[in-house]
């Protein structure tokens, strides 16, 4: 049996087949403790999460600092940092996928520039280097030698 806490605080419990109704809940109950504890631990983590607007002003984290962000009339880009700000066009009909956008860019430099000092000690570039939302891990790696990164 295998009980799962995800990120949003929802609980799924994985069973074989042949476990009766009864044991599960059994199982269950003597882990009510610990689920509970899990729980309380995942909304402590949670508790500072930042709900972004996209105003004038507003900071966003970009390797390690805050930068404040500034909505720019006519600019034809969706987002540019720029001399230690965030312009973002008036026009951008969607400001969170412009950011996500940038920073999976910005990440895909940072990382390919840092494989590269690893490559003379592995012997070996990965195959393919991509930025993805991955659910509950920070990067992934295939048997082809490519590597997703979160």
Not at 112 to 118: A, F, P, T
Request: glycine share 4%.
């Amino acid at each position: 049996m295998h009980i799962v806490i995800e990120r949003d605080g929802t609980v799924s419990v994985q069973v074989p087949e042949n476990i009766e109704d009864e044991r599960i809940l059994s199982i269950l109950q003597a882990k009510e403790y610990d689920i509970h504890k899990k729980l309380l631990y995942w909304k402590e983590l949670n508790k500072e999460h930042i709900e972004h607007q996209y105003v004038s002003g507003q900071s966003f984290m970009y390797l390690g600092k805050n930068y404040n962000l500034h909505l720019v009339e006519g600019q034809k880009r969706n987002l540019i940092f720029k001399d230690g700000k965030f312009l973002l066009s008036d026009k951008s009909l969607s400001p969170r996928d412009a950011f996500v956008k940038f920073y999976k860019k910005q990440a895909k430099l940072k990382i390919e520039e840092r494989l590269l000092l690893y490559q003379n000690s592995v012997n070996k570039l990965p195959g393919k280097v991509e930025i993805r939302e991955l659910p509950t891990r920070w990067a992934s790696c295939t048997p082809a030698g490519n590597i997703y990164f979160n």
